[in-house]
């Protein structure tokens, strides 16, 4: 199992005041072994550090900046949304 940053579309509660019908929010998605999506937070993923620092991330700025990197991965990946309780990709 793994897991990833990934954007995701949910509806946006106050939308109709703003003329703006969704919310786009990097969520953590998680995987099983055959690449299909098991779960996902049911809240967006926060900027904070664990402040598990290792030889990859030294410092909180370096560990700051690994997850900064991770979640603009998720800007290459296409979009997804929940469907039938289930997340599906829009793009």
Known sequence: MYWNHRI??????????????YMYQIHEVHYNQEDKIIGWTEEQSPMITDASLDETSPTVNEAMKVHL?????????????VRDNKLVEID
């Open 8 to 21: 995701v579309r949910t509806p946006n509660p106050g939308g109709e005041a703003f003329d703006e019908p």
């Open 69 to 81: 990197e991770r979640m603009i991965r998720a800007s290459e990946k296409p979009i997804l949304e």
